[in-house]
């Protein structure tokens, strides 16, 4: 107990038991060596475990375990597929030091390590000729540890460059969305601002780096994300109707309509021009999407964005949310009696999905525009959750309920683009709707919940 390090002590309590096998060998002390053994496989067990949850965490590895995660893990020549995202996060740590050296370095060994996975992947469609390479995972936040290394050492072009490499290329705006956060928890919003004049980063696509400077409180400009906003939209590249996809929900694509929605809301809460961005809310709150007969409380990402988008566009309009003009009857069909039954039960299962949230998507949205002045948002705020908690019951059997509200709270965290309003008093709020009511179903909030 004196040794606190998790991963330190297993090594030393492993080093203890190969000494403890080899005394008992020496002096045939079978019984010893038996309960050795026996304490020795829940060793295993549990350095096991230790390894996996380095393998599977490599930034905090290397975090805070830089030296032991670099031993236990790239000395391991069975755990060879795992070597490149703890290289990653190695590379971006040697940068956040000043250490161009060790960079290139590291540099030189994740080519090497991407260069044996390639033919790992080769090897395994000439063997398994009908199904998909298998292993060697990398994920977006380990190609952004290489970003973010290049980007320190050397500069905003050079980072751009590398980034788009990477296929496909819309890895290039979730690691920019995740960069961005990284920097300005660290205080370093300026190093991204650099970026976007540097690098010379396209119109439409400057807009994922400046959203995440908007929601930290920094001035952006308005007339830009404008003009990145229409150029989206002119160039046909909003299609919100692919989040009807149920298996789609939580994906990259929602995070990337997300941050478009984000910077239409930012115009109008920093007094930009409302008719600039009108056209884009009309298409997040598009009447198809939100026909009656076509909304499933399976698409939560899909009800978050266009009961967004309408909420605003009805408090532009001068009038208040409600249900009833949220949702879209359907058409009468031709030929035939229409199931009022089937109508009637749809009707109850979105009211009670749908309608406890309505109040606080329509608080938010007063907020924005300045109909309610920041000391009375709290308030507002509160008398919303407490309505939603007098509903909630009407959820209570609907495994999406958790969703829904890890939805409903980060749209509450989307505020911060007002940076007149108190920023820990929106967190509070929104952890106060998460942690309403234990699910049942659901684990406790997500990481992208706690991001």
């Known amino acids: 107990m004196a040794i606190r390090d998790p991963v330190l002590r297993r090594e030393a309590q492993l080093k203890r038991l190969r000494i403890a096998m080899k005394v008992c060998r020496e002096t045939d002390n079978t019984i010893d060596a038996v309960l050795t053994l026996l304490m020795g496989a829940e060793a295993l067990r549990t350095d096991a475990a230790t390894q996996r949850m380095l393998v599977e965490n490599p930034d905090l590895a290397v975090g805070f375990a830089s030296d032991r995660s670099s031993r236990v893990v790239l000395r391991n020549p069975n755990d060879i597929e795992h070597y490149g995202p703890l290289l990653f996060h190695l590379m971006a740590a040697d940068a956040r030091d000043g250490s161009a050296i060790s960079v290139r370095e590291g540099h030189r060994q994740i080519l090497a390590w ?164 009108s056209p884009v809310l009309q298409q997040f709150a598009h009447p198809d999407l939100r026909r009656r007969d076509r909304l499933f409380t399976s698409q939560v990402s899909l009800i978050d964005l266009t009961l967004r988008a309408h909420s605003l566009l009805e408090r532009l309009a ?59 948002v709290d308030t507002q705020l509160r008398n919303a959750v407490a309505h939603y908690r007098n509903e909630e019951y009407r959820l209570s059997n609907n495994f999406r ?43 406790r909030p997500s990481r992208a919940a706690a991001q």
């Not at 090897?123 to 995972?137: A, D, K, L, M």
């Not at 299962?349 to 920041?374: C, H, K, M, N, T």
């Not at 920023?423 to 709707?433: C, Q, V």
């Open 318 to 376: 001068g009038r208040k949310t409600a249900l009833e003009t949220y949702w879209v009857d359907p058409p009468e069909p031709l030929g035939e009696l229409p199931s009022k039954r089937g109508d009637a039960e749809k009707k109850k299962e979105l009211r009670g999905f749908i309608g406890p949230f309505v109040d606080l998507y329509d608080v938010r949205r007063q907020a924005a525009i300045g109909l309610i002045s920041p000391e009375e």
């Open 114 to 277: 991407l260069k044996r996975r390639k033919q790992s992947f080769e090897e395994q469609r000439r063997e398994y000729q009908n199904s998909e390479p298998q292993g060697w995972s990398i994920d977006d936040r380990d190609i952004t540890a290489e970003i973010e290394a290049v980007l320190r050492i050397a500069g905003s072009r050079r980072a751009g460059q590398r980034v788009l490499r990477w296929r496909p290329r819309t890895v290039a705006l979730r690691v920019a969305s995740i960069l961005s956060l990284t920097l300005i928890i660290s205080g370093e919003a300026a190093r991204i601002e650099r970026c976007i004049t540097e690098a010379r980063i396209p119109t439409p696509w400057a807009l994922f780096l400046r959203i995440p400077l908007a929601l930290a409180g920094k001035e952006v400009d308005l007339a830009r994300l404008e003009s990145s906003l229409a150029s989206l939209l002119r160039r046909g590249l909003i299609h919100v109707d692919s989040l009807r996809d149920p298996w789609s929900d939580d994906n990259p694509t929602a995070e990337y309509l997300d941050t478009i929605l984000t910077a239409c809301e930012v115009v109008v809460t920093r007094d930009g021009d409302p008719t600039r961005v």
């Open 401 to 443: 309920a958790q969703e829904m509200r890890t939805r409903a709270a980060l749209s509450i965290t989307r505020l911060m683009a007002i940076p007149s309003l108190d920023r820990t008093t929106l967190l509070e709020r929104a952890s106060s709707l998460l942690s309403s009511r234990a699910d049942p179903y659901m684990p």
